[in-house]
Protein backbone atom coordinates (compact mmCIF):
# COMPACT_ATOMS: atom_id res chain seq x y z
CA UNK A 1 0.00 0.00 0.00
CA UNK A 2 1.26 3.50 -0.82
CA UNK A 3 -0.02 6.78 0.71
CA UNK A 4 0.67 9.86 -1.11
CA UNK A 5 0.97 13.76 0.14
CA UNK A 6 1.22 16.23 -2.36
CA UNK A 7 2.62 20.02 -1.53
CA UNK A 8 3.69 23.10 -3.62
CA UNK A 9 0.27 24.19 -5.04
CA UNK A 10 -0.56 28.41 -4.80
CA UNK A 11 -2.11 31.40 -6.19
CA UNK A 12 0.25 32.48 -9.09
CA UNK A 13 0.15 34.57 -11.99
CA UNK A 14 -0.07 33.76 -15.61
CA UNK A 15 3.26 33.09 -16.98
CA UNK A 16 4.68 32.13 -13.51
CA UNK A 17 5.86 28.70 -12.39
CA UNK A 18 5.16 26.37 -9.67
CA UNK A 19 6.87 22.74 -8.73
CA UNK A 20 4.38 20.43 -7.53
CA UNK A 21 5.98 17.58 -4.63
CA UNK A 22 4.32 14.44 -4.05
CA UNK A 23 5.62 12.78 -1.21
CA UNK A 24 4.84 8.38 -0.78
CA UNK A 25 5.27 6.05 1.53
CA UNK A 26 6.02 2.20 1.58
CA UNK A 27 8.96 0.30 0.69
CA UNK A 28 7.05 -0.58 -2.51
CA UNK A 29 7.37 3.07 -3.96
CA UNK A 30 9.65 2.60 -6.19
CA UNK A 31 7.77 -0.63 -8.26
CA UNK A 32 4.95 1.99 -9.22
CA UNK A 33 4.64 4.33 -11.76
CA UNK A 34 3.51 7.63 -10.63
CA UNK A 35 1.35 10.23 -12.36
CA UNK A 36 -0.57 13.74 -12.04
CA UNK A 37 -4.39 14.01 -12.63
CA UNK A 38 -6.06 17.72 -12.44
CA UNK A 39 -9.70 18.26 -11.64
CA UNK A 40 -10.99 21.97 -12.64
CA UNK A 41 -14.43 22.99 -11.28
CA UNK A 42 -17.43 21.89 -12.99
CA UNK A 43 -14.43 19.45 -15.03
CA UNK A 44 -13.55 15.84 -14.50
CA UNK A 45 -10.48 14.53 -13.54
CA UNK A 46 -8.67 14.53 -16.55
CA UNK A 47 -4.80 13.10 -16.60
CA UNK A 48 -1.42 15.84 -16.88
CA UNK A 49 1.59 13.57 -16.51
CA UNK A 50 2.44 9.92 -16.14
CA UNK A 51 6.69 8.54 -15.18
CA UNK A 52 7.61 4.87 -15.16
CA UNK A 53 8.84 3.10 -12.28
CA UNK A 54 12.64 3.78 -13.67
CA UNK A 55 11.77 7.28 -14.48
CA UNK A 56 13.07 6.45 -18.38
CA UNK A 57 9.68 7.00 -19.26
CA UNK A 58 7.26 9.74 -19.43
CA UNK A 59 4.36 11.19 -21.13
CA UNK A 60 2.29 13.93 -21.06
CA UNK A 61 -1.39 15.64 -21.68
CA UNK A 62 -0.78 17.87 -24.92
CA UNK A 63 -2.74 20.71 -22.86
CA UNK A 64 0.72 20.70 -21.14
CA UNK A 65 3.11 19.10 -23.29
CA UNK A 66 6.42 21.63 -23.21
CA UNK A 67 5.48 23.72 -20.31
CA UNK A 68 5.39 20.54 -17.51
CA UNK A 69 8.04 18.38 -16.71
CA UNK A 70 7.48 15.32 -14.52
CA UNK A 71 10.12 13.57 -12.79
CA UNK A 72 11.05 11.24 -9.50
CA UNK A 73 13.46 10.20 -7.24
CA UNK A 74 12.56 6.87 -5.84
CA UNK A 75 15.42 7.54 -3.25
CA UNK A 76 13.47 10.07 -1.77
CA UNK A 77 10.26 8.11 -2.50
CA UNK A 78 8.85 11.48 -4.57
CA UNK A 79 8.10 12.62 -7.64
CA UNK A 80 7.43 15.92 -9.06
CA UNK A 81 5.58 18.31 -11.39
CA UNK A 82 7.41 21.42 -12.92
CA UNK A 83 5.05 23.42 -14.39
CA UNK A 84 6.56 26.53 -16.01
CA UNK A 85 4.05 29.44 -17.96
CA UNK A 86 0.92 28.44 -16.19
CA UNK A 87 -2.44 29.98 -17.85
CA UNK A 88 -4.92 30.28 -16.05
CA UNK A 89 -6.98 27.14 -17.21
CA UNK A 90 -4.24 25.24 -15.75
CA UNK A 91 -6.15 26.26 -12.40
CA UNK A 92 -7.44 23.11 -10.59
CA UNK A 93 -7.43 20.57 -7.56
CA UNK A 94 -4.08 18.57 -8.47
CA UNK A 95 -3.73 14.92 -7.29
CA UNK A 96 -0.58 12.59 -7.34
CA UNK A 97 -1.13 8.64 -8.10
CA UNK A 98 0.18 5.31 -8.18
CA UNK A 99 -0.69 2.45 -10.42
CA UNK A 100 0.05 1.05 -13.78
CA UNK A 101 1.29 2.99 -16.45
CA UNK A 102 -1.64 4.79 -18.38
CA UNK A 103 -3.76 7.88 -18.79
CA UNK A 104 -6.93 6.53 -18.06
CA UNK A 105 -8.41 7.15 -14.43
CA UNK A 106 -8.89 3.44 -13.65
CA UNK A 107 -5.19 2.78 -13.85
CA UNK A 108 -4.49 4.11 -10.63
CA UNK A 109 -5.28 2.57 -7.27
CA UNK A 110 -3.94 5.25 -5.13
CA UNK A 111 -4.60 8.73 -4.77
CA UNK A 112 -3.12 12.10 -2.82
CA UNK A 113 -5.69 14.46 -1.36
CA UNK A 114 -4.78 17.30 -4.10
CA UNK A 115 -3.36 20.73 -3.74
CA UNK A 116 -4.75 23.64 -5.40
CA UNK A 117 -3.14 25.59 -8.01
CA UNK A 118 -4.61 28.83 -9.28
CA UNK A 119 -3.27 30.99 -11.98
CA UNK A 120 -4.87 34.98 -11.95
CA UNK A 121 -4.42 36.26 -15.44
Known amino acids: QVQLVESGGGLVQAGASLRLSCAGS????????MGWFRQAPGKEREFVSVISWSGGITDYADSVKGRFTISRDNAKNTVYLQMNSLKPEDTAVYYC??????????????WGQGTQVTVSS
Open 97 to 110: VAGQWGSDIRHYDY
Open 26 to 33: GRTFSSYT
